[in-house]
């Protein structure tokens, strides 16, 4: 079935994320970064309740109430965190596992088996099938450094490294992230005017939520690597068409930064009609896998 035809050029706002999966209930890993249509640099944004730090049911809430932006806003919204697990190279997504076979049942699943864990942490599910994960140097006996079907093209292409949801070794792993970026997409489910890129066919609605790599973003503003320097993320943001004046504090963090980009980027590229209509993006892999936004 073909998804139905996107008004691909009337956003009117664009927010990168960039997401964590660590424990606690305030994250210095979860930056929020909001940019209008224009020219305008993105700009961070704080929680509403004040705090420093934003947790992740406090960005649950503040993407389903609309994020402040008004009636007539359309906002489309990247988060820098996997919304699925491998299924198409085994047809399932853990192998010896009585696990729902699409990526709804999938969020509901993850939910379940997390409901002790706070603040939408994913710990419970990495618990219940330890076996299929690599921990620290505990190796589940069904481990397998599995790809989704996005992921192993990001990483052909050239457009950054991907690692495996079931590394959990290092810094560089997705895996607790993207169980927690689960649990809040079983929630935004459930949100009438959210739409859920490219799991929902009718994304005519006030907000349109997708996954994006934020790595890949980077390279298509001419960096390479983590934004040490202020200096590097203006030149980014000019080479995405962000011309006015980048406020975001004299203590920029790789996530800060992160979001900024992401936020600039999707305004660049949003009505790009090839990204929405992705070759490799099946029927299958659109029920069960989900996609990258921007990667072809």
């Given at each position: ?136 140097d505990i190796k589940g006996a069904r481990y397998s450094r599995r790809m989704r079907v996005a992921e192993r093209l990001a990483v052909d292409s050239g457009a950054g490294p991907c690692e495996s949801v079931f590394h959990l070794v290092g810094p560089s792993q997705v895996g607790l992230s993207g169980l927690s970026t689960m649990r809040m997409l079983h929630r935004l489910n459930q949100v009438p005017h959210v739409a859920l890129w490219p799991f929902d066919e009718d994304l005519e609605k006030p ?90």
């Amino acid at each position: 079935m073909e998804q139905a035809e996107l008004s691909y050029s009337n956003f009117t706002h664009f927010v990168g994320i960039d997401w964590t999966g660590a424990k606690g209930r305030a994250h210095a890993g979860l930056a929020i970064a909001l940019c209008a249509v224009g020219e305008g640099a993105p700009k961070l944004i704080s929680p509403p309740s004040g705090k420093r730090r934003w947790s992740r049911e406090e960005c649950a809430a503040w993407i389903s109430a609309g994020m402040g932006l008004g009636e007539g806003a359309r906002a489309l919204v990247g988060l820098d965190s996997s919304f699925g697990m491998p299924f198409a190279d085994e047809e399932t997504y853990l192998p010896g596992a009585p696990l729902p076979a699409d990526v709804r049942g999938l969020w509901a699943h993850v939910d379940t088996l997390c409901a002790g864990d706070a603040d939408l942490y994913g710990g419970g599910f990495v618990d219940a099938h330890a076996e299929h994960y690599l921990r620290g140097d505990i190796k589940g006996a069904r481990y397998s450094r599995r790809m989704r079907v996005a992921e192993r093209l990001a990483v052909d292409s050239g457009a950054g490294p991907c690692e495996s949801v079931f590394h959990l070794v290092g810094p560089s792993q997705v895996g607790l992230s993207g169980l927690s970026t689960m649990r809040m997409l079983h929630r935004l489910n459930q949100v009438p005017h959210v739409a859920l890129w490219p799991f929902d066919e009718d994304l005519e609605k006030p907000v349109v939520v997708v996954e994006i790599y934020a790595a890949a973003f980077a390279a298509l503003a001419g960096h390479k690597g983590k934004f040490r320097r202020r200096e590097d993320l203006k030149s980014a943001l000019l080479r995405l068409g962000a011309t006015g004046p980048l406020r975001v504090g004299g203590d920029m963090s790789d996530h800060a930064a992160d979001a900024v980009i992401t936020a600039a980027a999707l305004r660049n590229i949003h009505d790009v009609r090839k990204y929405w209509n992705p070759a490799g993006l099946s029927t299958m892999v659109r029920r069960t896998e989900g996609w990258v936004f921007g990667v072809e």
